[in-house]
């Protein structure tokens, strides 16, 4: 049974810092794209970040320079560090493992940035 499991999301204020993390059972991790997802109320989901299981990075417009993804295939666990957070940040950010066909989405943890 694969199971991807988000923590770290919470209330944060403008221009402060989380760390999402994501860790992975049931997979082959490190085969795996990794990504980080967000869905803010009322907008579909949006992909924020990906990494390849050889580490090449992929980042929205909206974030480059903010976020960065990581990935530590030892511990089969993804991150997300997002530093200089804006209120439009905020969101429920979902984990995904995808290969080929395969598509794998976590529960999601919610980011709200707001003073």
């Known amino acids: 049974q694969v199971q991807l499991v988000e923590s770290g999301g919470g209330l944060v204020q403008p221009g402060g810092s989380l760390r999402l993390s994501c860790g992975a059972s049931g997979i082959i991790f490190s085969i795996y794209t990794m990504g980080w997802h967000r869905q803010a109320p009322g907008k579909q989901r949006e992909l924020v970040a990906s990494i390849t299981g050889g580490g090449s990075t992929n980042y929205v417009d909206s974030v480059e320079g903010r976020f960065t993804i990581s990935r530590d295939n030892a511990n089969d666990t993804v991150y997300l560090q997002m530093n200089s957070l804006k209120p439009e940040d905020t969101a429920v950010y979902y984990c995904?493992?995808?290969?080929?066909?395969?598509?794998?989405w976590g529960q999601g943890t919610r980011v709200t940035v707001s003073s």
């Open positions: 995904n493992a995808r290969r080929g066909v395969l598509n794998f």
